[in-house]
């Protein structure tokens, strides 16, 4: 499977193939300078380097958008939204292998709860556990997940929006950006967030700031939305 961001020169004289120090004995230093986790932060300028990928919650809904990323000839796009259970669902940037990694956890994690409990796991329990996943990769000698997550679902708390990153850090909130331009498309959507708007309202807005954060005009979107009052996750 292909990779959805650039390719990224390694300039760094280690045998390792990605930032970082060594000590003497050819061992990685999981710190930097500052105390800065080194991996992690590759890992992050790997998502920043993804497509452009945008989340928005009201208290009537919530939804995910991602950038589709034109391919070759014959070659179909990336799949960029999923559904993780019938009451939620999610997007990523980054890796796409690492992307799909995550998803496939995430829904393993939802169908042990539903099969356990007859009932459809909370979105908050369902980022935690992501989290916990991710944070692994930090603790032991071996890559972190190069992708940052957006999660969106309804669930008894209304609806939910969470960013979760590759170190196993997560946020809750009204909207995120990820990706390749975030900050840009962040920028518009700060402007033009409001808590009363409408679905169709947000779905334009989420365009609107991909299509100025990439530069084109009408780009390709993938969008998923689960609206509080049926609360469930669907394809757009």
Do not use: C, W
């Not at 972190?144 to 929006?161: E, V």
């Not at 960013?163 to 990706?179: E, H, K, L, M, N």
């Not at 609107?208 to 009408?218: L, M, P, Y």
Request: net charge negative.
């Amino acid at each position: 499977m292909s990779e959805e961001r650039d390719n990224v020169p390694n300039n760094n004289n280690s045998s390792f193939g990605f930032s970082g120090t060594t000590n003497n004995r050819g061992y990685m230093s999981y710190y930097g300078p500052g105390g800065r986790m080194l991996l992690v932060e590759s890992a992050l300028e790997a998502v920043s380097r993804g497509l452009t990928t945008i989340g928005i919650k009201t208290p009537a809904f919530a939804l995910t958008s991602s950038y589709i990323k034109p391919t070759r000839p014959l070659m179909e796009p990336s799949e960029k939204i999923f559904t993780i259970d019938g009451h939620a669902g999610a997007t990523g940037s980054g890796y796409i292998g690492d992307i799909l990694q995550s998803i496939d956890e995430l829904r393993v994690e939802a169908q042990k709860h539903r099969l356990t409990f007859d009932s459809p796991i909370d979105i908050a329990s369902l980022v935690k556990h992501l989290s916990s996943y991710l944070h692994t990769y930090t603790i032991y000698a071996v890559r972190p997940q190069a992708a940052s997550i957006i999660i969106a679902g309804k669930d008894q708390m209304g609806t939910q929006l969470y960013q979760v990153d590759p170190g196993g850090t997560y946020f809750r909130g009204s909207a995120f950006t990820i990706g390749q331009f975030a900050d840009s498309a962040l920028n518009l959507i700060q402007q033009e967030y409001n808590a009363d708007m409408t679905a169709e309202q947000a779905i334009q807005l989420s365009k609107k700031a991909i299509e100025r954060a990439v530069g084109e005009e009408k780009p390709l979107v993938d969008i998923g939305i689960v609206y509080a009052a049926e609360g469930k996750f669907r394809k757009l």
